[in-house]
């Protein structure tokens, strides 16, 4: 089955400590994406990756990491996360070939940080 | 820039009635794409009909459809014969064309349907 999956789905944590949430897609798709949603503000964009070893800045990047080491994962890094990165998080992965402009949202991760 | 208003934060429609969702967006290139995206209370991003602009003919899936007027760059979801599984929030986003393919997402409306 094509599927984005996310770990953990939800994660209470404190200020400070370091944390990573996983993304792995098995579609073969070469572009993965992070977001974040928030009340009243909808969805914006953390990062994206246009394959391998290829990343950049969305809207908001601050206090998020990401690197794309492998084609089918691409983890979303808190090095000290604090209390405004509570939130729900959100990874989404897209092909080139084919349907290129659908994107594919794992479950969500719910964080929260004390 | 790239901007979907959706002007209705929440609506509410009895079972089996059909419910209308309005979207607006802006954009200055000519390649791009619409998209509509349900999430239900479980939170998960789930995709309901996409619009490629270019195709000047309105998508249907089942008793989902829109009403996509490019000029006055408005993109309706109608949803016919309400189900009380179709309550959740409804997203309206736009995607162009380029090397991001960024989704441009509205703020959402919140639809309850009635038994």
């Known amino acids: 089955e094509a599927q984005v999956t996310q770990n953990p789905r939800y994660l209470i944590t404190v200020t400070g400590k370091k944390l990573t949430v996983t993304c792995s897609q098995n579609?073969?798709?070469?572009?993965m994406s992070w977001y974040r949603q928030d009340p009243g503000l909808g969805l914006r964009q953390i990062y994206y990756?246009?394959?391998?070893?290829?990343?950049d800045k969305g809207d908001v990047p601050e206090g998020y990491k990401v690197s794309r080491k492998e084609k089918r994962n691409f983890p979303l890094i808190l090095e000290s996360p604090s209390p405004n990165q509570t939130s729900l998080y959100f990874c989404?992965?897209?092909?080139?070939?084919?349907?290129?402009?659908?994107?594919?949202f794992g479950p969500g991760t719910r964080l929260t940080v004390l | 820039a790239q901007t979907v208003t959706q002007s209705q934060p929440e609506m509410s429609v009895q079972e089996a009635e059909t419910v209308t969702l309005s979207c607006t967006y802006d954009?200055?290139?000519?390649?791009?794409?619409l998209f509509w995206y349900k999430q239900p209370p479980s939170r998960q991003m789930i995709l309901v009909i996409r619009?490629?602009?270019?195709k000047q003919q309105n998508a249907t899936e089942n008793r989902f459809s829109v009403n996509f007027q490019k000029a006055a760059k408005s993109f309706s979801l109608k949803i016919s014969d309400s189900q009380l599984g179709d309550t959740a929030m409804y997203f309206c986003?736009?995607?162009?064309?380029?090397?991001?393919?960024?989704?441009?997402w509205g703020l959402g409306t919140s639809l309850a349907v009635n038994p």
């Open positions: 989404a992965s897209w092909g080139v070939a084919g349907n290129t402009d659908t994107q594919y």
């Open positions: 579609m073969n798709h070469e572009y």
């Open positions: 990756s246009m394959n391998v070893e290829v990343t």
């Open positions: 954009t200055s290139e000519s390649n791009y794409y």
């Open positions: 619009q490629e602009a270019y």
């Open positions: 986003a736009l995607l162009e064309a380029g090397n991001n393919r960024k989704l441009i």
